[in-house]
């Protein structure tokens, strides 16, 4: 972690670091794996609480940024290892150069068709994601967030997952 203020909360995943992803199909049978995170710059995620979304920051492997994800998700819940939050599938992609476009319209839509969404919270992050755009397309330049030139410290250790993270723990209340 960077920084954890009232207002939000700073993430870096560093190249070389691993992580759990979940492997299978993301509406039925999956089990999270470890994969080692090979984004040759990282990934910066910065959470205003809020908002109903994350801003991940990519840059290309010569330094140069690239563009947002933004994430659209639940709140970000502190836990015994790290965060947590409730993805709501329809994400963003926004290059640096200002050209976007939706991400996941398909996981959305079967989501809803599953009932595991209502229409109603697929519209809701459907307006959220519009927000976002708006938010970030109304600043001019290429540093809209105050954080696409930012770098890592020079010989910063990577982070690793104790040992029993996977050991049976009380969920925040509004994962429950």
Known sequence: MLEERPDRVVLWQPPGVVVKRAD???FGRWALRDQVATRANGILRVREHDEPYSLLHFWHPDGA??????????PLLPSPVGWDFEDHLLDL????GG????LDEDELERAVELGLRSPEEAAAARVAGERALQRLLAVEGPSRTGFE???PGAGWALP???DDWDAAREPPSALR
């Open 93 to 96: 992609w926004l290059e640096a």
């Open 149 to 151: 030139d930012w770098r």
């Open 65 to 74: 940024f690239a563009g947002w994800y933004v994430n659209l998700e639940g």
């Open 99 to 102: 050209e976007w476009r939706w």
């Open 160 to 162: 690793a997952l104790p």
């Open 24 to 26: 299978g199909d993301v």
